[in-house]
Structure formats: structure tokens, C-alpha cells
């Protein structure tokens, strides 16, 4: 199950208290369950991406912001990521930032992957989204993003593009468009922020090299905690999802990428109530939304590991009823 930390969770509370919605009536109003201890409404360590949607959804509503996830982001504090927050904020500069969110991302929330790529001028942070991630969450983790990187270093700063995988219209691209100051790009393959490599090396205000080690160990340590109570489903889906494409992602090489047996493997998933084949065909769909109208479908089977053509349309007419010729002509 995709969860994320309680203290980020709470910190959409905060905000939504700020703004005249009070934290119980809300949590009633999505009849929200998950409590260590019902009677003290003591929430759980970790919140269920599903709870996280719902309660986006419904502060959306409620306050009649169709970017509700837009405006939650541009209030971050370093705190919401808990100890990560702290992390970055007593780290060198933007490069020791980035590496601290790429190891430790897991803490705040496991519903998706950080990727850094970095080119001669251009440097790029990708986020791959859980499929289950609805549009307000996807703009709350991009927004926040840049938001703390302006609180560390300049409030200026803005970046050279941001690509959302989400569609929005003219009027939203551009209310983005005005706060990220840069072209926004939707209907994108990633969520990705671009930014020139010279930021890179921008020196922190906040840079502190002894609380910093200090909060690594302790990151460290949570982390690890953290992955030995992970479940299978949720290991084999970054498995799945940190792959370029999905040539030979069989089930015996993924047992092998986890140290055990294929019959290991699907007795752990049993239990989990879960299959490989489900696991695979899950990651297929969520890139197919992704690729649909990037690429020509012979270049979507290949990355979407079919064998050849007919077993791609098959798949695809089973999964929408169907074929993806006929599909594309009815969207454009």
C-alpha cells in the first residue's frame, strides 16, 4: 500500500485550519479511519495515498480552488517533510539537496520516484508519479519543490521549464505559468522540473555540516526501518517504475533484483493478494497514459515490453475494449 508520513498529511490539515476548515469536521467529512488511537484521534505514522486523495479532493471542493494542490504546495514549510526537511535545509547547496530528496523521498511519502539527470547547462528532477496520484498531489510535490528551493536560496529563483503529466486548461497552465515563471508543458511523459546546472552550486543560507551528518544517520535509520516493513507489491512497483522501458521484466528477474526465488516471490505476493502478471500490466497502463500520443504505437509496445505488435493491440483492446488505432482517432 502507497502511504505517506502522518506529519505531511498534517500539514494539509494546518493549511486547511488556516483557512477556516476545522481539522475534525474535515477528517468526518471523509469519513478518515485511520487512527492508532480512535479516541485521542491519534493518527497513524503513516497515511494511505488513498486518504491523502480523498482529502485533497475534498478541501478542492470545499474551497472552490480547482488548483488546490497549486496553492498547498506554495505554502511549504521545511518542517512538513519532517526529518528529510531538515535534511535539506542543513545541506551545502542545491547538488546535496537533491541527493538528500533522491535517498531519503521515501520518508515523507511512498507514492512515487525521484530521478536527476544532469546535462552540460541543463539539470532535470523527474518524479514518477504512482498512478493512483491525483493531480492535486502531482502539483503539490512540484510546487513544493521549487517552493523550498526559493525559500533557501532566493525567492527569485525560477526555473527554465516544468512538464506535469496532467492536463490542464489555458487559464491554469498560465496561473502556473505566472508563479513557476518559466513555460509549463502539460500532457507531459514525466512531472519534471528543469533548472540550469549553475544552480547547482549555490550555497545554502541555512548550511550546517554537523546537524547535517546528525540528521543523515538519522535518516539512515529510519529509512531502513522503513523498508523492512515495506511490503513486496510496494518494492517490485519501484522496481517496475525506475525502468527505461519494460523489456524483459520477467518474473524471474525481478526475483533475482530482490534476492529470492520466483516461487519465493509468488507465494509473498500471494499473501499480499497480489500477482506478478497484475504488478506488470498496472506499470503497462500507467505509461500507455503517458505515451499514448508521444509516440508511435509500434515504439509504445517495444517500451512497453510486448513482443510484437499483435500483443501489444490485444492487450490494449482487452484493457479498453478497443484497439488502439481506433482509440487515437476517437481522441483527436
Keep these: 500500500m502507497k502511504t505517506l508520513a502522518d506529519h505531511y498529511f498534517c500539514s494539509c490539515l494546518d493549511y486547511l485550519e488556516a483557512r477556516g476548515l476545522a481539522s475534525h469536521e474535515v477528517l468526518n467529512a471523509i469519513e478518515f479511519n485511520e487512527y492508532t488511537n480512535k479516541q485521542t484521534q491519534q493518527l497513524a505514522p503513516r497515511i494511505s495515498l488513498n486518504s491523502y486523495?480523498?482529502?485533497?479532493?475534498?478541501?478542492?471542493?470545499?474551497?472552490?480552488?480547482?488548483?488546490?494542490?497549486?496553492?498547498?504546495?506554495?505554502?511549504?514549510?521545511?518542517?512538513?517533510?519532517?526529518?528529510?526537511?531538515?535534511?535539506?535545509?542543513?545541506?551545502?547547496?542545491?547538488?546535496?539537496?537533491?541527493?538528500?530528496?533522491?535517498?531519503?523521498?521515501?520518508?515523507v511519502a511512498d507514492i512515487g520516484q525521484a530521478k536527476f539527470e544532469q546535462h552540460q547547462t541543463l539539470a532535470k528532477v523527474k518524479w514518477l508519479a504512482d498512478p493512483q496520484c491525483s493531480s492535486d498531489v502531482i502539483l503539490r510535490n512540484m510546487t513544493a519543490w521549487v517552493s523550498v528551493v526559493r525559500q533557501l536560496l532566493n525567492p527569485e529563483l525560477s526555473p527554465s521549464c516544468v512538464y506535469f503529466s496532467k492536463v490542464y486548461s489555458s487559464t491554469e497552465q498560465q496561473m502556473l505559468a505566472n508563479w513557476f515563471n518559466c513555460p509549463i508543458k502539460t500532457n507531459a511523459q514525466y512531472n519534471q522540473i528543469e533548472f540550469p546546472t549553475s544552480y547547482l552550486t549555490l550555497p545554502f543560507k541555512t548550511d550546517n555540516m554537523q546537524i547535517n551528518l546528525v540528521l543523515k544517520q538519522m535518516s539512515e535509520q529510519q529509512l531502513s526501518q522503513f523498508k523492512s516493513q515495506q511490503q513486496l507489491t510496494g518494492k517490485i512497483n519501484n522496481i517496475l517504475m525506475a525502468k527505461n522501458d519494460l523489456q524483459k521484466c520477467t518474473l524471474i528477474r525481478t526475483a533475482s533484483a530482490l534476492n529470492m526465488t520466483p516461487r519465493t516471490l509468488q507465494r509473498r505476493l500471494k499473501q499480499e493478494h497480489k500477482t506478478f502478471a497484475a504488478l506488470l500490466e498496472a506499470e503497462r497502463k500507467r505509461r500507455l497514459s503517458l505515451y499514448i500520443n508521444q509516440y508511435p504505437l509500434n515504439t509504445i509496445a517495444f517500451m512497453l515490453g510486448f513482443n510484437d505488435q499483435s500483443s501489444f493491440n490485444r492487450a490494449f483492446k482487452r484493457w479498453y475494449n478497443i484497439n488502439p488505432r481506433d482509440y487515437i482517432k476517437n481522441t483527436l
Design 53 to 107: 486523495n480523498t482529502l485533497l479532493n475534498y478541501a478542492k471542493e470545499a474551497l472552490n480552488e480547482p488548483l488546490f494542490g497549486f496553492k498547498l504546495g506554495q505554502q511549504i514549510r521545511t518542517a512538513d517533510f519532517g526529518v528529510l526537511g531538515y535534511l535539506i535545509e542543513s545541506s551545502t547547496n542545491l547538488a546535496s539537496a537533491i541527493t538528500a530528496l533522491l535517498s531519503y523521498d521515501r520518508l
